[in-house]
């Protein structure tokens, strides 16, 4: 267990978190790293610290380059990194000493292609809170059914970050540039070419919420969550329109919708496409054994009276903001 890992971390304006990010990763117990930090034409001190952690550890290297987004950072990066695995990190998060050791093991002791792992959502106060998920121990999993959990959303999300991956997946395979949702199709991708996932129960990234992420939630438009609608739907169409799958899609529009109602960017066009597809497959909803009752309630309410769907969401976020103050 000794492959070089290359670590990848995107910075655009992070100066007042880059160096915990980088310093998390700096004491990792697995040491044999790359560490690739991307200066995504940061208009802060982002690319001076850059500079100032690389004299500090021969690991890092920096790149400078004009601004392009999350995506087009991550796949100059790939371009870059020498490891026979690769992990992204975002630069405003951090993780556990063991991550990447934990990993590491994961893909080695399974065989696996991706090894993925738990994470705790870090607010602005100081609280935590661990991401719900469906299994409750390490578990080994076909892609189908790791392409399953990822629309659930339950025990991997489509994020980049709190995974590892044998860098050869991405041979292929790169991140859409000049789209807001870069990293769902990306991730359908990976997973798809996999050919085992193996999934690490334990929290070790810690993805942290704050007033620049809100911001970033809320310059998405209307119209990207037609291009997200869009590419949801062509998974499932890949899918052959799977049952598990199907019921998947549909959980996941509601989390689009959350999205629209939190920024105001309700897109009537969006939401009769998402109506008109669970008119089709309500069935395959109601039938799966993967989504809660608490789930299957939601969005038959979105679907029968969005006006009071919006009401009843509202007031939720009201409250949990409250609580998590």
Not at 99 to 111: A, N, Y
Not at 135 to 149: G, T
Not at 200 to 228: C, G, W
Not at 264 to 284: K, L, M, V
């Amino acid at each position: 267990m000794n492959q070089l890992v290359s670590v990848i971390i995107p910075i655009y304006n992070a100066e007042r978190y880059l160096e915990q990010c980088v310093e998390s990763v700096l004491h990792q117990t697995y040491q044999n790293l790359e560490i690739l930090l991307i200066d995504d034409g940061s208009t802060d001190r982002s690319g001076n610290i850059c500079n100032a952690l690389a004299k500090k550890d021969s690991r890092i290297c920096v790149y400078h380059k004009l601004n392009g987004g999350s995506a087009s950072a991550r796949n100059y990066a790939l371009q870059k990194a020498s490891g026979s695995y690769v992990a992204f990190i975002d630069s405003d998060d951090y993780i556990m000493p063991d991550m990447i050791e934990t990993l590491v093991s994961g893909l080695e002791s399974h065989d696996a292609d991706i090894a993925a792992c738990n994470y705790d959502m870090v607010y602005e106060n100081g609280k935590q809170r661990l991401h719900p998920v469906i299994f409750q121990s390490d578990m080994q999993l076909s892609p189908q059914e790791a392409i399953r959990c990822l629309l659930l959303e339950k025990s991997y999300r489509c994020y980049p970050w709190n995974k590892l991956y044998r860098k050869e997946l991405f041979r292929n395979i790169t991140f859409p540039e000049g789209v807001t949702f870069d990293d769902i199709m990306t991730s359908y991708q990976l997973f798809r070419g996999a050919q085992n996932v193996y999934y690490v129960h334990k929290s070790l990234y810690s993805y942290r919420l704050h007033a620049d992420s809100i911001t970033q939630r809320k310059n998405k438009k209307p119209e990207d969550f037609n291009e997200m609608i869009r590419t949801v739907r062509e998974i499932l169409k890949s899918e052959n329109y799977d049952p598990q799958v199907t019921a998947g899609g549909l959980l996941y529009y509601k989390y689009f919708f959350h999205d629209m109602i939190k920024i105001g960017a309700w897109n009537d066009r969006a939401y009769q496409e998402a109506r008109e597809f669970y008119r089709i497959c309500r069935h395959e909803l109601h039938k799966s054994t993967r989504i809660s009752v608490k789930d299957k309630t939601e969005i038959a309410i979105l679907q029968f009276n969005h006006h009071l769907y919006k009401m009843l969401y509202q007031m939720y976020c009201f409250i949990k903001e409250r609580v998590f103050r």
